[in-house]
């Protein structure tokens, strides 16, 4: 079994969010199909309460030397509203 590892930056909630999470509450409870425009949002699953899941883009990359692999994030290149870095392994 191998592992794989994943990192996502986060935008912390703003009051779009707060106000598309209010939706998806809303349409959950009712037992009502999700706004397509709300599902986008939220890239068709759950909201995280921790923000917006956003493309790191340049400021990640892949980094290998002898029996060492990983990621690098070069903070500079960082977008200016991430907050959170969130580093995931699956197996």
Do not use: H
Request: hydrophobic fraction near 35%; aromatic fraction near 10%.
């Amino acid at each position: 079994m191998s592992m794989s590892t994943s990192v996502y930056g986060f935008r912390p909630p703003d009051e779009r969010f707060k106000e598309m999470l209010a939706i998806y509450k809303a349409c959950t409870k009712a037992k009502i199909e999700i706004p397509a425009e709300v599902d986008e949002f939220f890239d068709g699953g759950e909201p995280d309460p921790a923000g917006v899941a956003i493309d790191l883009g340049k400021a990640e990359k892949e980094f290998r030397t002898d029996g060492q692999e990983g990621i690098e994030i070069d903070l500079k290149k960082l977008p200016k509203d991430v907050t959170l870095i969130r580093f995931v392994n699956s197996w």
